[in-house]
């Protein structure tokens, strides 16, 4: 199904020469800057990353935003972007597209189980999502890593019947909507990215639970081998290699 989609993206990408995402958007290669596709759930911290590597070096950086999914037909393209911010398990698409020039591991991004400010419902486990009159959502698994994880594990648990009544229509493609539906007080819980929920942290609560995932899921920094900027994207990976997991540790992207 992901590999039906990505080539489906791959069809548009190509008929139409477009990227779709916000952020500032700059013509490859204009005055030496390097193009970094950034997965939506990573913009904060590529940033701040990004404001210090322009600071120290000099050497700026755009911006385009989308999906993982999104992106990676623009990388398997060439045509786009020096620097490729992802997870597992793009990095192995990247790198079968034969794109992959190098990539820093820098954080992890896992499902944590997020409430509304003081957990006025009580919630304490993954479990309680099947319980009585609580409104819950999650991301479509059709559309989002996250989703895939929490649906394979609601379904080792036995219970994933029971949470979906609890979500209804609140699928949400994106993690931000997650933490929308939380700060709104439209829903009582999520299952999202560890560092959305740091994002909006000032409007919920996440409740410590031991990670109960199959996979562990990687953000890299990837350096994409069709790079006309070559010796500019070689220090911002060198400039990521010494700098990226910390801050991407002070936005939540940890264990």
Same mark, same amino acid.
């Given at each position: 199904m992901r590999t039906y989609r990505i080539m489906a993206v791959l069809a548009i990408v190509a008929a139409c020469g477009l990227l779709t995402?916000?952020?500032?958007?700059?013509?490859?290669?204009?005055?030496?800057?390097? &193009?970094?596709?950034?997965?939506?759930?990573?913009?904060?911290? &590529?940033?701040?990353?990004?404001?210090?590597?322009?600071?120290?070096?000099?050497?700026?950086?755009?911006?385009?935003?989308?999906?993982?999914?999104?992106?990676?037909?623009?990388?398997?393209?060439?045509k786009k972007g020096d620097v490729y911010v992802t997870h597992d398990p793009f990095l192995d698409y990247t790198r079968d597209a034969n794109a992959l020039s190098e990539h820093v591991h820098v954080g992890f991004v896992a499902p944590v189980l997020a409430v509304q400010k003081g957990n006025p419902k009580g919630l304490t486990s993954i479990e309680d999502l099947a319980g009585a009159d609580l409104?819950?959502?999650?991301? #479509?698994?059709?559309?989002?890593?996250?989703?895939?994880?929490?649906?394979?594990?609601?379904?080792?648990?036995?219970?994933?019947? #029971?949470?979906?009544? =609890?979500?209804? =229509?609140?699928?949400?493609?994106?993690?931000? #909507?997650?933490?929308?539906?939380?700060?709104?007080?439209?829903?009582?819980?999520?299952? &999202?990215? =560890?560092?959305?929920?740091?994002?909006?942290? #000032?409007?919920?609560?996440?409740?410590?639970?031991?990670?109960?995932?199959?996979?562990?899921?990687?953000?890299?920094?990837?350096g994409l081998s069709y790079t006309t900027q070559a010796e500019a994207l070689k220090r911002f990976m060198e400039f990521a290699r010494g700098r990226g997991q910390e801050v991407f540790a002070e936005f939540g992207y940890v264990k």
């Open positions: 995402g916000c952020g500032k958007k700059e013509t490859q290669g204009e005055s030496g800057e390097l &193009m970094v596709l950034c997965g939506s759930s990573f913009v904060k911290p &590529m940033e701040k990353l990004c404001a210090e590597f322009t600071a120290e070096t000099g050497i700026k950086t755009a911006t385009s935003v989308g999906g993982s999914e999104d992106l990676l037909p623009l990388v398997k393209l060439g409104k819950v959502a999650l991301t #479509d698994p059709q559309y989002s890593t996250a989703g895939e994880l929490v649906f394979a594990l609601l379904e080792k648990k036995g219970i994933k019947d #029971d949470v979906l009544k =609890n979500v209804g =229509n609140r699928l949400t493609r994106g993690h931000g #909507d997650l933490g929308t539906y939380l700060k709104l007080q439209e829903v009582d819980a999520v299952l &999202m990215w =560890n560092g959305v929920a740091h994002t909006f942290r #000032d409007s919920l609560d996440v409740v410590k639970a031991p990670y109960e995932y199959d996979e562990e899921i990687r953000v890299h920094v990837i």
